[in-house]
């Protein structure tokens, strides 16, 4: 008889302890997506401030509102256009580092390094959103679109001038900031492990 409620008291309290595994595990799992959705949305913050700022500095750096309307407008009378443009591959690294004796060189690195350092935080933030910029393809193809959606707009709208050469720095400052992230997401999953 003691035997009988012994083994019904240890099946009680294995299928509480049971239960209990259950909820915490169902806990941590909603914790756990609760988190992953939480990081994926300050992410997404930081990555639509980001490209506002990043638009701010390749767009619309030197102009007043009204300008940046009629420049949107098509509308360019009595203003003075500054492009001229690079479609030659390499022309401006080249003429910064080794030909632009009228500028200091600290100037001439400053906005070299400028257009790789700017496209960083983008192959940093993006492959956080989403798994499919996990690949060094995608992350390359998708700067590579976003930079040249700059120097498109530069090109049609007057807010600068289209340079080749930026689109080749900004696509490698995606491409370094991918793999900044590729080895964080590298050493994270190895300590898990």
Not at 2 to 9: A, I, K, P, T, V
Not at 58 to 73: A, G, Y
Not at 167 to 193: A, D, H, K, M, Q
Request: charged share 15%; net charge positive; aromatic share 20%.
């Amino acid at each position: 008889m003691y035997g009988n409620m012994n083994r019904e008291l240890y099946k009680w309290q294995f299928n509480k302890r049971a239960r209990l595994c259950n909820i915490s595990s169902s806990l941590t799992e909603r914790s756990y997506y609760f988190l992953r959705f939480f990081v994926k949305f300050i992410v997404a913050i930081l990555l639509c401030l980001y490209l506002f700022i990043l638009s701010q500095q390749i767009l619309f750096k030197f102009l007043p509102l009204h300008v940046i309307v009629n420049h949107f407008r098509l509308n360019f009378e009595g203003e003075v256009f500054w492009g001229s443009h690079n479609f030659i591959p390499f022309k401006t690294i080249f003429y910064y580092l080794f030909s632009a004796t009228d500028m200091s060189f600290s100037v001439r690195v400053a906005n070299l390094a400028g257009n790789v350092i700017g496209f960083i935080p983008f192959g940093f933030l993006v492959p956080i959103l989403s798994k499919r910029f996990l690949n060094l393809k995608i992350i390359t193809l998708a700067t590579f679109c976003l930079s040249l959606a700059f120097e498109l707009t530069q090109l049609i709208f007057r807010f600068g001038s289209f340079d080749v050469d930026d689109l080749i720095l900004n696509t490698l400052g995606g491409v370094l900031g991918y793999f900044v992230i590729s080895l964080i997401f590298n050493y994270v999953y190895r300590t898990r492990i």
